[in-house]
Nanobody, 128 residues
Framework: QVQLVESGGGTVQSGGSLKLSCIISGYTYSFWRVGWFRQAPGLEREGVASLVSEGSTIYADSVKGRFTITHDSGKNTAYLQMNSLTPEEPAMYYC??????????????????????WGQGTQVTVSS
């Protein structure tokens, strides 16, 4: 059973930085896709960053140049480094994951239906 546990959320001033972590356990395949999503009150959940085991990444236009997604295989942990946070970005941030039996169709993705497992979320608040 794949499980995801996020941490690292909190309150930061506008322009500040936070680093979110997502511990991923229980997966067995060598090929995988991990993503970070966020959902603000009253809005739909949106994908912000994605990384696959082969190393490719994609980012939402709104976070390019400010957010970085990485993975530490030794710790089975994915990270989202968020810099220059704005007052428009407070949300619940979720980690998502999907493992694959091969890499033929493995590409990073910001669509929710490309993921099979989700964490419980970690809250990010940005004060102005």
């Amino acid at each position: 059973q794949v499980q995801l546990v996020e941490s690292g959320g909190g309150t930061v001033q506008s322009g500040g930085s936070l680093k979110l972590s997502c511990i991923i356990s229980g997966y067995t395949y060598s090929f995988w896709r991990v993503g970070w999503f966020r959902q603000a009150p009253g809005l739909e959940r949106e994908g912000v960053a994605s990384l696959v085991s082969e190393g490719s990444t994609i980012y939402a236009d709104s976070v390019k140049g400010r957010f970085t997604i990485t993975h530490d295989s030794g710790k089975n942990t994915a990270y989202l480094q968020m810099n220059s946070l704005t007052p428009e970005e407070p949300a619940m941030y979720y980690c998502a994951f999907r493992q694959c039996s091969n890499s033929l169709t493995l590409t990073p993705a910001l669509a929710e239906n490309r993921y099979a497992y989700w964490g419980q979320g970690t809250q990010v608040t940005v004060s102005s």
